[in-house]
């Protein structure tokens, strides 16, 4: 059984760092993507970051880059996003999640497997 576990969210102040983490079980972790997206009250679903299996190569959205940062440790089955900078607007319930190809890897609709959720709260 698959399994994501996200942690790291919590409460902070426009311009503060949060590091997201993500657990995966059950999966051979370096034949996946991995990907992390939001979701703030009333809105869709949205991408943030993916890495590919080796995590030599990172795709963000247009408002994370520069700020967000995405990385997989596979021998411990964990990928990361360290978020710096952080705006109220990236408030969110933050999402880690898993598919085996790079294709519409911005796409939810793509990942087969995702965690609960963690949310990220930043105050102005």
């Known amino acids: 059984q698959v399994q994501l576990v996200e942690s790291g969210g919590g409460l902070v102040q426009a311009g503060d760092s949060l590091r997201l983490s993500c657990a995966a079980s059950?999966?051979?972790?370096?034949?996946?993507?991995m990907g992390w997206f939001r979701q703030a009250p009333g809105k869709e679903r949205e991408f943030v970051a993916a890495?590919?299996?080796?995590?030599?190569?990172?795709y963000y959205a247009d408002l994370v880059k520069g700020r967000f940062t995405i990385s997989r440790e596979n021998a411990k089955t964990m990928v990361y996003l360290q978020m710096n900078s952080l705006k109220p607007e990236d408030t969110a319930v933050y999402y880690c999640a898993a598919k085996r190809s790079i294709n519409n890897y911005d796409s939810p609709s793509a990942y087969g497997y995702w965690g609960q959720g963690t949310q990220v709260t930043v105050s102005s």
């Open positions: 059950g999966l051979i972790f370096s034949n996946y993507y």
């Open positions: 890495v590919n299996w080796s995590g030599s190569r990172t």
